[in-house]
């Protein structure tokens, strides 16, 4: 049984399109985060949430946006998609502040 | 100056003998750190944490901490080809922001 889950693996899509990420984990875990790994393998931070409250919001451009429904879910809605935004997007979870990531399998986003 | 530098390699090592990796961190405030590995095309997996000053032993990983000097390490002993992957440092100054470096590509010789 997958403790982090992310749907779909692999995204390939055209410049200007609108796409979804989601994220699933029955660790539970208090804490769930977006993070962006670019070509050169540098995991960067976007979003997390607690308990489904954001706590960090890092300075992604406004076309992506996170949702929370529920401390197991953590989506990233992307708006208006551009070359820039190819990357592996990685979501993770983690028990409490300070406490080791358990990462899911990551979202390989192609736009072309 | 980057917040948390790591030597990207490849470290080459011939298989059974010692590698060691190494990590450099900006903030003094750091409290938490952390070391990954991510195999090619795979996500990163949590292998060892360490917090206060020293060394931590798990297996054949010890990671080492030297807050004055601002450097975490790890060293795998008798090192394997399947340890071949490349290995992620990442610190935290007791929030939930980890800051990750870039990674050390590890490749164990047979």
């Known amino acids: 049984d997958t403790a982090v889950s992310q749907t779909p693996k692999y995204l390939v899509t055209q410049m200007g399109n609108d796409k979804s990420i989601k994220c699933e984990q029955n660790?539970?875990?208090?804490?769930m985060y977006w993070y962006k790994q670019d070509s050169k393998k540098f995991l960067k931070i976007m979003f997390s949430?607690?308990?489904?409250?954001?706590?960090i919001n890092e300075t992604v451009p406004n076309r992506f946006s996170p949702k929370s429904p529920d401390k197991a879910h953590l989506n990233l809605h992307i708006n208006s998609l551009e070359l820039g935004d190819s990357a592996v997007y990685f979501c993770?979870?983690?028990?409490?502040?300070?406490?080791?990531?358990?990462f899911g399998s990551g979202t390989r986003l192609t736009v072309v | 100056q980057k917040e948390v530098e790591q030597n990207s390699g490849p470290l080459s090592v011939p298989e059974g003998a010692i590698a060691s990796l190494n990590c450099t961190y900006s903030?003094?405030?750091?409290?938490?750190f952390f070391w990954y590995r991510q195999y090619s095309g795979k996500s990163p997996e949590l292998i060892m944490s360490?917090?206060?000053?020293g060394d931590k032993e798990d297996g054949r990983f010890t990671a080492q901490l030297n807050k004055a000097s601002q450097y975490v390490s790890l060293l795998i002993r008798d090192s394997q080809p399947s340890d071949s992957a490349t290995y992620l440092c990442?610190?935290?100054?007791?929030?939930?922001?980890?800051?990750f470096g870039t990674g050390t590509r590890l490749k164990v010789l047979a």
């Open positions: 949430y607690n308990n489904k409250e954001l706590i």
């Open positions: 903030d003094r405030g750091s409290q938490s």
């Open positions: 990442a610190v935290t100054p007791g929030t939930y922001k980890y800051i």
């Open positions: 660790l539970g875990h208090d804490t």
């Open positions: 360490i917090y206060s000053n």
């Open positions: 993770a979870s983690s028990p409490s502040m300070g406490a080791g990531y358990t």
